[in-house]
Each structure stands twice: as structure tokens, then as C-alpha cells.
């Protein structure tokens, strides 16, 4: 597991979902979900890349800009430009993904987070 990825054990001594911490986010990788086990996708080795679109962003963001993230998945990049970016209000910002199961992991980190993005 990479920097900022960890593992939980509960009581019963089971793994619960994987967290991972990037910025100022951190966001669950899984969910389960009416028994069944929901994985959403995170790639560790786009971390710079990320980084580097929340700096790009706090340079470049303009008054009612939006943004999109078109392939949210967990949320990871959204949330970090709503708690990150400077002058930028979270209902500029839309995260959106095809697979309908994973939006229910980044619904919940939304609500974790205490967020509120469009598209979801």
C-alpha cells in the first residue's frame, strides 16, 4: 500500500474499507452496499497529478468558473479542488461517473467530507 493508503480493523477483527488521505481529503476506496462490496477506482500514481491540477486551479480559477470531473469515481480529485482551491464555492464544481455503483462511495465521502458537489 502507498503513502497515505491504511487499512482499518473494526472489533471483529475484519478489514473495513480502505481509506486513503491526499491534501486535505480523506476518502474511503470501497463500500458495502446492500451485501454487496463496491470498489471504486483510485489510481496512487496519478498523486501528482492531482496535486498539480489543485495548484494549476488555485492559480488559474476565476470567478464562477466550473469545473468538471468527468471520471470521479470515489470523488478524490473533486473534493480535494472544493477543500483546497481558494475562492472556488463546491457547486461549481461536478463530479460525475458512468458506473452508477462507485457514485455511492463518492456520495458518501461527499457526506463524510461534509460536501456538497453537483452531479451526484
Do not use: C
Amino acid at each position: 500500500m502507498g503513502r497515505g493508503t491504511k487499512r482499518k480493523r473494526n472489533n471483529d477483527d475484519s478489514l473495513q474499507p480502505k481509506q486513503v488521505t491526499e491534501g486535505l481529503v480523506t476518502i474511503e476506496l470501497s463500500s458495502s452496499h446492500r451485501n454487496t462490496s463496491i470498489e471504486g477506482f483510485y489510481n496512487p500514481n496519478m498523486r501528482f497529478n492531482r496535486h498539480f491540477s489543485v495548484l494549476l486551479l488555485q492559480v488559474m480559477v476565476k470567478p464562477n468558473m466550473k469545473i468538471l470531473d468527468a471520471f470521479g469515481s470515489t470523488g478524490m480529485l473533486a473534493f480535494r479542488w472544493a477543500k483546497e482551491v481558494r475562492n472556488i464555492q463546491p457547486e461549481y464544481i461536478t463530479l460525475n461517473d458512468i458506473d452508477k455503483n462507485v457514485t455511492q462511495i463518492a456520495q458518501q465521502n461527499m457526506k463524510d467530507l461534509n460536501l456538497s458537489v453537483e452531479g451526484l
